[in-house]
């Protein structure tokens, strides 16, 4: 399988809720999409392993991802270590996507700071020719990272993400364990009021969406200097 555009995050609804229009406005232009799931969020308030994953199935036929896995690693629990490293490079590989999504490499929770550190170094060692791993070496062209849940980074640049901005609603939605929870688990309390979705969320792809002049918009972040072949037809007006 060579995947054009792969999310790779701590927990299932990491992906929908950080980059769901990108991977649908992706799928929208013919490429091939893909999410990794490093763990199935065993260690959540909300929901069982095993409903989480079949959430996350539910939301990945919404997102019309082309492929969708979970490589079970430990929630709360991720390390940076080889043996997960590994694990992350053996999927590139297998997966050969040109252009990987990561979560911001900081952040309140420790996994997401993990498994921007797993996704990049993963991706470094799928492309060595002498690691003794299976399957033909590769490393993705390009590394974004998703800025969503940090409004004081300033992205490098924003997607439109409008025209799809119900189903990827529809999409988070799918996780009715944490969106749509049973009257006992109202009471319990997180440190993000899953229950404000539209404030929490939505009203965020929205401030992105003002940046530029569109309705819904997600945020992204590049390391690298961004090229610029056409500097008389750059969109977002200046004045």
């Avoid at 199935?57 to 940076?80: F, G, S, W, Y």
């Avoid at 974004?144 to 924003?158: H, I, N």
């Avoid at 965020?204 to 945020?219: D, I, K, S």
Wanted: glycine content about 6%; overall charge positive.
């Amino acid at each position: 399988m060579e995947l054009d555009l792969l999310a790779i995050a701590a927990h299932p609804d990491d992906a929908e809720l950080s980059c769901g229009g990108t991977l649908l406005l992706a799928n929208e232009r013919g490429y091939k999409t893909g999410i990794l799931d490093l763990t199935a969020g065993e260690m959540g308030t909300r929901g069982t392993p095993e409903t989480r994953l079949k959430e996350a199935a539910k939301a990945a036929q919404i997102l019309r991802v082309t492929h969708r896995e979970n490589l079970r690693l430990p929630d709360a629990h991720l390390e940076v270590n080889m043996e997960y490293k590994l694990a992350v490079a053996r999927r590139i590989r297998a997966l050969k996507p040109r252009t990987v999504i990561l979560p911001y490499w900081e952040g309140r929770h420790p996994d997401h700071i993990a498994a921007a550190r797993l996704g990049f170094e993963g991706c470094f060692l799928a492309g060595l020719k002498q690691l003794p791993l299976e399957g033909e070496p590769h490393r993705p062209f390009k590394i974004l990272y998703a800025t969503l849940y940090y409004r004081e980074v300033r992205p490098t640049f924003v997607v439109d993400i409008t025209r799809h901005f119900d189903r990827r609603l529809r999409a988070i939605l799918a996780y009715g364990s944490q969106f749509r929870p049973k009257a006992k688990d109202k009471k319990s309390k997180v440190h993000i009021p899953l229950d404000r979705l539209h404030e929490e969320v939505n009203l965020v792809v929205r401030y992105y969406g003002t940046m530029v002049g569109v309705q819904y918009a997600e945020p992204f972040l590049m390391k690298e200097v961004m090229q610029v072949d056409d500097v008389v037809r750059l969109p977002v007006r200046s004045v």
